[in-house]
Structure formats: C-alpha cells, structure tokens
C-alpha cells in the first residue's frame, strides 16, 4: 500500500532543490528521466507523480521508464499507480464517503486496531452544492427561502459533516449557499502547484485530484490534472491508496483561429463535444495545443474541460501559460503561489510553449471561427443542433415524444408527482411559483401550434391564462458548473437581459426561470454592472449558489401547469445552462431537455416555446409596437468584453472566499457532534451505519463462481447511472417511499434521494427507479418494475421487492445490458445500490469507466459479450437461469480473459428455448483491481491493508 509521505526511492537521481523567492522546495525533476521531452503535459504530470512516490514495489522504476518509453500508438497495457495530491467532493456523493470513514473506524476497532487510523492521508474538502431545490422563483426572497428550506430538509446530514470536519484531520466543508463545487474549486481550492511538508522537508509537486462528481475536470482549464471517480475510489485515495490506471493514450486537440462574433464558449464546447464523442476518446485523456489556446480565456478552458464527461474522455487539459498566471492574480492567490506556480510549470518543461508540437496518440483540429450558434438536446449532450436548424430539428424529434391526437399508440410515461415544497409559509406558498410578469393579460406563443396534440388552456390561481403545447419552455434555468461563473456568457445574458427589458420583453408566462450561479463573485459583478434588476425583470431571480436544475433539483411546476401538461400528456421542454440533459433527470414533467448558453436561455425564456426559429420569428413587440428579434437584442461581443473589464476585479475573490470555511450564522448555529466515532441515532433516516463491513475478518473469502443465477434486469444501449442511481424526488409508492412511511416521515418531508444519501435503505431501494428506466423483460413498462420469477409466471414487481425474494431464496442475480452501460455521472450508489440489490455479475456490450471500476469496488464482476454480440443476438430473454464458471481462476493470483457462461431455460421460457454459451470477457482491467474484488471491494482491501 502505497502512502503519501513515505520515503521515495529515487532510483533516478531525480529529487533536487528549487528555491522561489526565499524559500527552497524539494522537486523531482522530470529530466531525470529519458524520453520526458516527448511526453504530452498530462503523461509529464503521471511521470512526476511516480518519481515522487516510487517506492520499489508497488511503484517501481519500471513503470517510470514506462511512461519515459510511452509509444502514444500503442493500446494501454501498463499499469501504473496514481496518487492525486488531494480529494475533492460534493454533498450527494461526498456524505457517504463520511458515512464510510465514520463506519470503517468501527470496523477497525472491532479488528483490534487503532480508528484514528482512518483518517485522510490526502487532502480532502467538499463544497455543498448539491442540496438546494429551486422551490422558490421570481421572487425577491426566493434565495434566503430556498437557502432556509436547505437547512430544515438537510440539517441532520449538515451536523453530521460538521462532526467530520472535527473528528477527521485535513478535512474541509465548504458549508451551503457558498456556490458550486468545481467553481470553488478553480476561484479558491486548486493549488496549480501544491506545497507540503512530507518527511520534515517542503516539497512543491503539481496539483492534481479525484473527485466525486465526473465534472471535477473543470479544473483541467487551470493545468490541474484530475477527474471524477466514484465515491469509493475517493475514499480509497483519502486513505492513502493509489489510483489503478493503463497509462492512458492521449488525443491531441489543435485549437486554431478566434471565436466569431455572437458565438459563445458554451457553442464552443458542445461543438468539442460532438467532435470527441464522435472521434471516439473513452478511456483517453484530451489535451488542447496550439496557437488557439493562448487566446482562449481561462474560464472558456474551464468550460471546455468541464464536459470532458460528455466527451467520455478521463480528463481534458490545457496547459499552464500566462493566461493561468493571470487568473490566478484575479482570484487572489498570493504573489507568491503565483510566482512557485510560474517557476516550477518552466523547471518541468509543464510551460505551454505554442512553437513545440507534443506527440499525441491520435490528433484532432479545430477553427473556432467554424463554430455556430448551437444547442444540444433533447436527451444527450453530445447531440448538437445548429440554433437556425433547431426548430426543425424539434419538429423531428417531437415524434419521439409526443402523444399523438387520437392517442393511438400512446407511449407509457410514468413521472413522479411534483415535489411538494417543504417548510414553505403561506406566503411562501403563494409566491413560490410565481413568475414575476407584469401584465396580466393572456399570453398565447407568437409561434404556430405543433400538430400533435390539441393547445391546453391554462389558468393559474392569479387569473393569468395563456395556452400551452408540446415544445412549451417549461423551464428556463442558467445553472450547473459549466457556464454559470464564465463572465463572458454571464455576462452577455446579462446585457441581453438588459436589452430585452428597455425594449419591454418579458418572459413567458409558462416558464420558470432560475438564476443560480456557481460563485457569489457573479452576483458581485452583475450589481457592480447594474444588471441585476434587468435579469429580475425577465423572472431570472436568484435562487441559490448551487447546482439546482442541472441536477435535477429544478424544483416543481407551477400546480396548474404540471396538472396541463400530466392530463394531456404534453411534451414540454427545459432550457438550461448545464452539462447534462438525460431523460427524466431535470424534472418529471419534462421530457425534452436542451442545454444552451446562459444568453439563450434566456432567449428561449421570452420566446416560450422550441418551436421557434430564432431568424424568422418575433420575441414580440418593443415600446412602439414594433416586431423585436434576438438579433435586436444580442449584446454586442466589444460591449461584453467592456463590462468584464470594468466589473470584475481580484477583491471580489478575496472578500467572498475569506471565510469560506466559516459558513453563515445557520452553519455556526448547528449542534455539532463530538468524539472519534459518531454516535449513530437508530431513528435517523438520513444517516445509518452501512452493512459492508458486517461480519468482515482479517481472512479474505474465496472467490467462488456464479451458480443458477436469474436476470433482474435486461436493459438497452446507453443506460446511465441517472437510470440506475437514486435520484430526483421520492414516489409516494415506491419502495422508498413505504420505507419513509414506516418510520413515520410524511410526504412532505420525504426530500430527494439525493438527500438521503447517508441511509442505504433509501438508497437501495431506489437503485434501478428511474422514470425513464425501461427493463425489457416488461413490454411497455418505463420505471423500477421487474418479473419476480421468485413468484408462479414471474409477474411485474418493483426491482426492489423482486430483490428482497430472490436473496431470501439464496438466489443469485445478473444483469444484461447494452453499449455504455453506465455512462454519465460518477454515481457512487450506481455500484452500492447494484451490490445491495444482490447482482453478482453486469453483463453488457461495453461499458463506461468509472461505473466499471466501481462495480468492481463493490464485488460486482463486470463481464462483456463477445465482441459483435448482445444479448439480443445470443438469443437471450431475461428468463433465464445464468451460471458463470471460470472466476474463481481469481483465487490462484490470476485474472481470468475470459469466463463461460451458460443460461438455461427455465419455467419462465418460451417453448422450444435452446441453451445459450458463450464466453464473457472479463473487465477487470488491472492487478489491483483484481485485488479488490478477491476482497469482496475496495473498502475491505483498504480497511485489511490499514489493520494489518
């Protein structure tokens, strides 16, 4: 086990002396070793990384010369030990990441060792972000209301990780209502070059970090190497424990020309976007080069690095350069972190230099002034449209969505009822949907209607009326880490805010809109502009310093226009800033999401609809009666730059990140647990002890094969850790929603799964229940439904009580599925939940990275169909019993290519079914991770290797 601190081994010579003003700092120098000059800036950033931590067996020299040796061609088979410098998490992913410590110091003490030793060996904070629900908007109160709610639906969860940053050293919490995790992360966190003390000496290495949310590459635009794991592998890296990884090929991306005029970084990035995701970068880190990059301002590289998950590659970097250095001063790092980060980035030759071309695995290019206006949608991010082709392109994929008239062939829809607000006054109850519009005349789209349904009359509680129809703007919301602290789009949806008041715009009046930012230096620079009364205005409110809508915590629907849209069935759609827009995950009663620039969303909110095409169609009339289209209103790209100049300025950075760690007088004000073990309340619903350790010893368990097991789910292509991890609010009869009334909690405070991450019963109960989840073994059925072939003919079941029979009968279970079979967030509870549920083995086409890592990091063995076959081609159904022989060869120090797997027809299967063989690759990819899964998980490797 590799730890941070323990004396390197130098076999290099590499380990000297580097002295930055007065003070000297330990490096490890990269020319140390042949080959360096070659490597492109990430693989430099690995190779420092093994220098510093070689330690003659788990890191050797031989892995260092492999890196030095790198042949970019050649396919990944070397695998190598990462440490990250530091963790960095969110509250949805990162409270169980505590809950995990606070248990594992149990199960340490029971083993006869010593709790205190759990305890993170790297750096780690979490930032807050997830938690706030827009039930407020449009209104003035709305940010201090939502912030309010927070506490009362999250405050046993806030105590808890207030106990945490007490009872665990180098541990930070980033308290609520501060802004988005990723954003902190750049303005404040990120080190570009870290400092500390290892041994008794100052060393200075890069930074670099893991987190638990796949968007941690964010800070791959500052230089930082880093990306998202599972939560698992997070605490893994806390305690001390490296990162198994191939060392990974590395795309090079050549960004050439400027941006045009009326093009924002957000259509940039979904063009990058669509380019990877097509070229094929899964597995891959991305880097950006050439002459293009100096021009591109650090909070675009930020923007771009962020979609790396949308991407699917690991990471996607920029180089450290002046405009690094620049941003470092405006955020208000010291003169002396700038000037270390300057001269250790030149000492390993980590200093873009636009003239030296890296050597790259494979090469792409862009022209920025290629790129057009676009938005992406309804369901993928990769999906761009064109803007002037986007009404066109909705007439197309309205087909996909909307009922027709007659409501023949009608698609199944099932949806959660809008949350209802918790702890709302009746104030606040009157005001907490309202958006602020002016007139009260009705409103009707100036578009023509789609053809698919009849237009639904609305009238609302205020005596508003307006029609509704499929392509409605439903929601309007700048929000997620992506755009949402990036001045230039910020800003330009603040002058088009601006533009569209002073001609008397106003948004529709069917549409939330939402205002949440990822830093409070954004608020700071729209009132230092004097845009902030123009973007409320049009409805755009603050609501909080969170990730909100992206996430899906968009909050409900005004009463009377989710009744319309649920009765009629109607295809509504979301407009939102963000970086991910996947079936069912913004709200339940929208089923087309789009992602767009923070100016466009905006645009979107006054038109009212997706059928409209920006070119030809009106917004509606100025002060004069006259027709005012976005071209009248877009804010000119001289004038952006203008106000970002003037508006924004280093001791905004310095005043809102003072106190950060501080919190408000809420945060101060909770009673805080004490002691090195947390005192478990047996009442809890939000936070309870795990079962992963129960029962545990010191001996590991023999692996042993997979005998008569039965399909709990057979599932599609591109099914996402959004279908499989609970997420979004809680169903009143669903298994999670029986288990909260059992323990007497009432509807209105069930809160969201997210919320509840801390308390596995919620959690595995709401593993495989999305809405849009269609298990194939139902016809026709969307949501966490199954065949309990426990029961005579196996009837419809929800995956949940399916689960509970077959682990009461002793019975095994497999799941079938697709390509990219776990593609999108780093879910955590993706893993836990399938673990719970009693799967033993995921058989799919292909899967995405980090869901396979993490199903191994919880015993689930990840198996792939031959290549060119699916479940589908083999003939398989669902009903059949499933042996898996061949993964015990795991117990002799070996991993297994291949496994034979058998399935058997049974009682459940057509007539005449034949036995289906074949052989499943096996997906564990590296020695370590087949130590993992010997163990039972990465958690038992870990809490075994501390003991011992």
């Not at 003035?140 to 806030?158: P, Q, S, T």
């Not at 230096?521 to 845009?531: C, F, P």
Request: aromatic share 8%; net charge negative; charged share 20%.
């Amino acid at each position: 086990m590799s730890e941070l601190g323990k004396t390197a081994v130098n076999s290099f010579g590499a380990k000297d002396t580097l002295r930055v003003g007065e003070t000297d700092y330990e490096v490890f120098r990269l020319d140390a070793v042949a080959g360096y000059e070659k490597l492109p800036f990430s693989l430099k950033v690995l190779l420092e990384n093994l220098l510093r931590t070689e330690d003659g067996a788990n890191i050797t020299d031989a892995h260092i010369r492999a890196l030095g040796e790198w042949v970019p061609t050649a396919e990944p088979d070397t695998e190598i030990q990462f440490t990250p410098a530091r963790v960095i998490m969110q509250d949805f992913t990162g409270v169980p990441c505590i809950v995990d410590l606070a248990t594992m110091r149990e199960a340490v003490e029971a083993l006869g060792g010593d709790p205190k030793k759990i305890n993170p060996l790297a750096p780690a904070e979490m930032v807050i972000d997830h938690s706030v629900i827009a039930d407020l908007f449009g209104t003035e109160n709305a940010f201090e209301r939502n912030v309010e709610i927070e506490y009362e639906r999250n405050g046993e969860r806030y105590q808890f990780l207030r106990w945490g940053q007490t009872a665990f050293d180098d541990f930070k919490v980033v308290p609520p209502g501060t802004g988005i995790v990723h954003q902190v992360n750049i303005e404040h966190l990120a080190r570009v070059t870290m400092t500390r003390t290892v041994n008794g000496v100052l060393q200075a290495y890069p930074d670099t970090c893991v987190g638990t949310d796949s968007h941690t590459t964010m800070v791959n635009g500052l230089g930082v190497l880093g990306w998202g794991v599972g939560g698992i592998e997070a605490e893994a890296a806390m305690l001390g424990q490296p990162v198994s990884m191939l060392i990974p090929k590395v795309v090079g991306f050549k960004l050439n020309g400027t941006i045009p005029t009326g093009v924002t970084a957000t259509d940039v990035v979904l063009t990058i976007t669509q380019i990877l995701r097509r070229h094929g970068v899964v597995g891959k880190f991305v880097e950006f080069y050439g002459a293009g990059v100096a021009a591109v301002p650090l909070a675009n590289r930020a923007t771009i690095g962020n979609m790396s998950p949308e991407f699917g590659s690991t990471a996607a970097m920029f180089p450290i350069d002046d405009v690094t250095l620049d941003y470092l001063r405006l955020t208000g790092r010291s003169a002396e972190q700038v000037a270390l980060v300057e001269a250790y980035a030149k000492l390993q030759g980590l200093w873009h230099d636009a003239s030296a071309e890296p050597v790259f695995s494979e090469y792409l290019e862009l022209d920025l002034g290629t790129v057009v206006p676009s938005i992406a949608g309804p369901k993928r991010p990769q999906d761009r449209i064109e803007l002037s082709k986007a009404k066109s392109q909705f007439e197309i994929d309205l087909d996909n969505y909307a009922t027709p008239i007659s409501g023949v062939d009608a698609a199944i829809e099932g949806t959660f009822p809008a949350s209802d607000p918790i702890g709302l006054t009746p104030e606040d109850e009157e005001s907490a949907h309202r958006i602020s519009h002016q007139s009260g005349d009705s409103h009707h789209a100036s578009h023509a209607p789609v053809s698919h349904t009849q237009p639904t009359q609305v009238a609302l509680a205020d005596g508003r009326e307006f029609t509704i129809d499929n392509g409605a703007v439903a929601i309007a919301a700048i929000t997620s880490c992506t755009n949402t602290s990036n001045p230039s789009v910020m800003l330009a949806a603040g002058l088009l805010a601006r533009n569209a008041s002073l001609k008397g715009l106003k948004s529709k009046p069917w549409v939330k809109t939402t205002l949440a930012p990822g830093s409070k230096v954004v608020t700071d620079y729209y009132a230092k502009a004097g845009l902030n009364g123009y973007l409320e205005d049009l409805g755009f409110y603050l609501v909080g310093y969170g990730c909100t809508t992206c996430i899906g915590n968009s909050g409900p629907l005004e009463d009377e226009i989710s009744a319309a849209i649920n009765e009629n069935d109607l295809a509504v759609t979301a407009v939102l800033s963000g970086n991910r827009n996947f079936e069912g995950r913004i709200n339940p009663d929208v089923k087309m999401n789009y992602l767009a620039s923070p100016p466009l969303v905006i645009a979107y909110a006054l038109a009212g609809s997706m059928n409209f095409d920006f070119d030809t169609d009106s917004l509606g009339k100025d002060h004069d009666g006259n027709d005012v289209f976005l071209k009248d209103i877009w804010p000119d790209a001289a004038e952006v730059q203008r106000t970002i100049d003037s508006s924004i300025d280093s001791g905004m950075f310095e005043t809102q990140y003072a106190g950060v760690f501080e919190g408000d007088e809420r945060w101060r004000s909770l009673e805080t647990p004490t002691g090195a073990t947390f005192e478990w309340n047996p009442e809890s619903t939000y936070v309870r002890r795990p079962p992963y350790f129960e029962g545990m010893t010191m001996e590991t368990t023999p692996v042993t094969n997979i005998e008569g097991a039965r399909v709990l789910a057979k599932l599609g292509d591109s099914v996402t850790t959004d279908h499989i991890s609970p997420a979004g609010s809680i169903k009143a009869d669903s298994p999670a929603g029986r288990y909260l009334d059992e323990h007497g909690v009432a509807r209105i405070d069930y809160n969201s799964y997210g919320s509840r991450r801390g308390n596995h019963e919620i959690m595995i109960r709401g593993t495989f229940a999305n809405i849009r989840l269609r298990n194939l073994l139902l016809d026709g059925v969307e949501g966490g439904y199954t065949r309990d072939f426990t029961q005579v003919d196996g009837p419809q079941s929800f995956i949940y009580d399916a689960s509970q029979n077959y682990q009461a009968a002793g019975t095994p279970l497999v799941i079938f599925g697709g390509k990219e079979y776990g593609s999108g967030s780093s879910r955590d509870w993706a893993a836990k939940g399938t673990s719970l549920l009693g799967v033993k083995a995921v058989i799919t086409e292909s899967f995405e990275r980090i869901h396979r890592s993490n199903l191994i990091g919880m015993g689930v063995v990840p198996l792939q169909f031959p290549a060119g076959e699916s479940w589908a081609s083999l003939g398989l159904d669902g009903t059949e019993s499933v042996t898996i022989t061949g993964i015990d060869e795991l117990n002799n120090g070996t991993t297994p290519k291949t496994v034979r797997v058998v399935a058997t027809p049974t009682e459940n299967s057509p007539a005449g079914k034949a036995v289906v063989e074949f052989d499943a690759v096996v997906r564990i990819d590296t020695p370590g991770e087949a130590d993992y899964y010997r163990n039972g998980g990465i958690l038992q490797y870990v809490l075994r290797s501390l003991v011992a």
